[in-house]
């Protein structure tokens, strides 16, 4: 009896202990996409940073959006940031804050036009110097499909 309320004293601190390393952790990437091999152009759609490398300390990126095709696209209004770990993109989660008020929300991409979208790094919780990409997703008729725009950030 008395092994058993130890074991599961013992038990409830090690659960304990770990829940509260977990809430000061630094935040980090999340398992990688499916699809590591997103490209700056596709189905006639072309993107890419306005700048090759931005200070961590800068508020945006930045992403000029160009559509060559015939077709008026859907596109998500946000976007996805990803991170170069070891070669395999991960994706950057959101500060936790942000993940509730957030909505997804839709936005026309006329045909042979062009426009900027801006990421707001600020929503973004431990970022470091390193290889990143903002990556889009269009929707032509009903297939979907991703274009990613690569920058480095820096400390100076």
Known sequence: MQKTKIFATGLLCAFLLAACQSVNAEPKAQDPFKNQGHVASKNGVSI???????????????????????NTLNSDSFGLLERSVDGVWKSIPLKKDMTTTMTLESKLLPSKSKETKTFNLKNVAGLKPGKYRIVYTFVDGKKPFNVAAPFKLVNK
């Open 48 to 70: 890419y940073s306005e700048r090759s490398q931005y200070l961590l300390s800068s508020d945006d990126v930045s992403v000029k959006v160009k559509n060559d095709s015939d």
